[in-house]
Structures are given as C-alpha cells and as structure tokens.
C-alpha cells in the first residue's frame, strides 16, 4: 500500500458526461501529480500540483481539469466525455519540497475510467 | 521531447531464470525511477535511481547517467514478477520538472 488513495476504483459512463476523480495523496506530501494510461498512448503525464498550485502540465486536453484543495487532496475533472477518453487514471504524490529535494513518486492504486 | 525507449519489450523466463532490462532516454534528466505494474494494475515503486547503483533481494539497479541509460537486474525470477517494468525519467523543461515514462517491458515468468 503506498499511501495515496484514490476514489472511485471503476467508473463508468457515457459519452458527453462529466465526472470527478478523486485522490488523497500520502500523509504530508504536497506534490500530487495525474497520469493516464491507455492501451494506445501508454502512460501519460497530465498535470501536477503543488502545495494547490499548478505546477506542471502535460498532455493534459482542455476538457480536463484539476485542482489541489487546502487540504492536499485533488480533483481530476473529465468533461465532455469521448469514447477514447477511457483509461486508467493515476494519481500520485511526492514528498519533494518538504526539505526533501529528491522527487520519488508514490501511486495509487488508479481509477478506471470507461466510456461507453 | 525527451524519448525514453525501454528493451525488450517482452520477455519470457523460466521461473529461476536472472534477467536485465534496459532503459535508454534521450537527453540529460534531473531523476529515474523503476516501476512494476502488476497483472491488476498497480504501479509498485522498485527504484528511484537517477544515478548510481541499488540492490533491494532479488532487484538491483544500475544507472549510468553520463551514458543516458539504466539497467534493472532481476535474478532467480518468479511468477510474482510477472507484469510490466517502466521507467520514467524526469527533465526539467521550461522551468518546471516534467515526468516521461518509457513504452514498459512486458515480463512473464512461467512455472
């Protein structure tokens, strides 16, 4: 178990929708970062917070979006949902910036996504 | 961008069998790190490796930075390796640290 949660487990949904995915990084890390992983794109950076500020971005499309709470969980928002949106979704977190210069990612067990 | 190839891209192995798998990218990176994905999906953090060598039982590491590539030892392997082994490496790009992962060697281990 490393730590970071993510909620739902299994989603699925239809073509046009909106959903939320949700990830609680480990107990004091302030970076959390989102991947997706398709069978055609592999894995894929999207974006990352820090400390509730975006930090990076990657590949991550216009319909998606992400935001980083108070109290370090984040938000993944999908909207106007397209069949080749289905993936795996990742979260992750990293203790860098606690002192710690060093960036070692720990993930989450993922939310899969399937669009119908 | 940074290209990060991973080789082979399949591998079989007879349980007990050692095995190397590489990791080549393309430019300098500030970190590497060794991921297993297991058959149900979970990212299991091996290494973080961005020079150096590291041993952990049956894994070890290697990464030569100067020569932009690294190496993941697996000995005396078993069915519970099976599953797939990325690396990722991560570059600074445009001032912000941006995370490549390699296309991933698919390892299965038979009995």
């Known amino acids: 178990d490393s730590g970071v949660t993510q909620t739902p487990k299994h989603l699925i949904t239809a073509t046009g929708q909106r959903v939320t995915l949700r990830c609680s990084p480990r107990s004091g890390d302030l970076s959390v970062y989102w991947y997706q992983q398709s069978l055609d794109q592999g894995l894929q950076f999207l974006i990352q917070?820090?400390?509730?500020?975006?930090?990076a971005k990657g590949n991550i499309l216009e319909r998606f979006s992400a935001q980083q709470f108070p109290d370090l969980h984040s938000e993944l928002n999908l909207s106007s949902l397209e069949l080749g949106d289905s993936a795996l979704y990742f979260c992750a977190s990293s203790p860098q910036g606690r002192g710690i210069p060093y960036n070692e990612q720990f993930f989450g067990p993922g939310t899969r996504l399937t669009v119908l | 961008g940074i290209q990060v190839e991973q080789s082979p891209p399949d591998l079989i192995l007879q349980e007990g069998a050692n095995s190397t798998l590489r990791c080549n990218f393309s430019?300098?990176?500030?970190?590497l790190q060794w991921f297993h994905q297991n058959p149900w999906g979970q990212l299991i953090n091996l290494f973080y490796i961005p020079s150096g060598t590291k041993q952990n039982g049956r894994l070890s590491a290697t990464t030569v930075a100067t020569e932009r590539y690294s190496l993941l030892y697996i000995s005396s392997s078993q069915t519970t390796d099976s599953g797939v082994y990325f690396c990722?490496?991560?570059?600074?790009?445009?001032?912000?640290?941006?995370?490549?992962f390699g296309t991933g060697t698919k390892l299965q281990v038979i009995p």
């Open positions: 430019d300098s990176v500030n970190n």
């Open positions: 990722a490496v991560e570059r600074n790009s445009g001032g912000y640290q941006k995370v490549t």
């Open positions: 917070y820090y400390n509730g500020e975006e930090r």
